[in-house]
């Protein structure tokens, strides 16, 4: 199996190319189109700032590129985000996959609730998914972000922080992590062995 993990101007994409070797993945960090259409499924990690991010992918037109992907995909964190159409992040125009709307945490009582969320959360509300088959209990997630998707159509499980919030994504081809499944244990170890058994 050929896995393309897509590269661009973002942190944390190694610790996600570890987490799919210890699954006996092979994976290449590549900005080639043609290793990236040619492999059989993609995954686009990262944490980052959005506009910037947004900046990077358009120069290499790879923004066009992930609208055409035809194979299983996964957006992690960042990856989530930039999947969406909008994001607050310094007013982003994003890839527009799923048509959310992506928000800057505000804390109610800023002794109770920092921001960034960091921490480990629950997941809630699991729809019937190939992606969430199986997962063990219980099912936490370690989250690292300022920024969340609402909640809408393409939601497939939430969670909550101030408020609840999306906590995966599906349509079509593409699915999207808000969570760092690289960082969460059993729980990410199985949401990564799901999408690569699509």
Not at 39 to 61: C, H, N, W
Not at 94 to 114: A, D, M, T, W
Request: glycine share 4%; aromatic share 10%; proline share 5%.
């Amino acid at each position: 199996m050929k896995i393309a993990v897509i590269k661009y101007n973002s942190g944390n994409v190694q610790s996600v190319l570890y987490a799919l070797e210890r699954l006996g993945a092979e994976a290449e960090l590549t900005d080639d189109p043609e290793k990236i259409l040619n492999a059989d499924k993609v995954i686009f990690p990262g944490q980052g700032e959005a506009s910037t991010a947004m900046t990077y992918l358009k120069a290499r037109k790879l923004d066009q590129l992930i609208r055409e992907i035809k194979q299983p995909f996964l957006g992690v964190c960042l990856g989530l985000q930039l999947l969406c159409e909008h994001s607050e992040e310094n007013n982003t125009e994003c890839l527009g996959i799923f048509p959310v709307k992506v928000k800057r945490f505000i804390p109610e009582n800023s002794q109770e609730f920092k921001v960034p969320h960091i921490g480990w959360n629950e997941l809630e509300n699991l729809a019937d998914n190939v992606l969430l088959k199986d997962l063990p209990d219980p099912k936490f997630l370690y989250y690292v972000h300022s920024y969340y998707a609402e909640l809408s159509e393409a939601t497939i499980a939430s969670t909550h922080y101030i408020h609840d919030f999306t906590a995966i994504l599906h349509r079509d081809n593409y699915w999207a992590i808000q969570a760092h499944p690289e960082k969460s244990s059993t729980v990410g170890e199985k949401l990564l062995s799901n999408f690569l058994s699509i």
